[in-house]
């Protein structure tokens, strides 16, 4: 699903907003997870899940084109976990 798909699906579920208002709502809702990740905040949003920065250390790569022994620095990435009720939602029988 794409931002404008989840835009459209919202706006077919609600009448008190309009399409920019919706997207408006939704941009911000990102915008604010984005800034709060990049701050090394946790996100969490019960039975959905959470998010969370890792740290990964630097390490001996390889490049795979040439099988060179190269240094990959370290980084931060974005790491989601999902809560309880969206796995068990996502492994009901039937």
């Known amino acids: ?3 404008s798909e989840l835009i459209e699906e919202i706006a077919e579920k609600t009448q ?4 920019k208002d919706i997207e408006v709502i939704v941009s911000t809702v990102f915008q604010t997870i984005a800034e709060s990740l990049a701050r090394g905040e946790k996100i969490e949003i ?7 920065v ?4 630097s390490r001996q ?3 795979p084109k040439s099988g060179e022994s190269i240094f990959v620095e370290p980084k931060v990435v974005p790491f989601f976990r999902v809560g309880k009720e969206l796995r068990e939602r996502l492994n009901r029988k039937g």
């Open 16 to 19: 008190n907003f309009t399409k």
């Open 54 to 57: 890792k740290q990964r250390g």
């Open 46 to 52: 019960r039975g959905f899940g959470s998010f969370r």
């Open 1 to 3: 699903m794409t931002k």
């Open 61 to 63: 790569g390889r490049n």
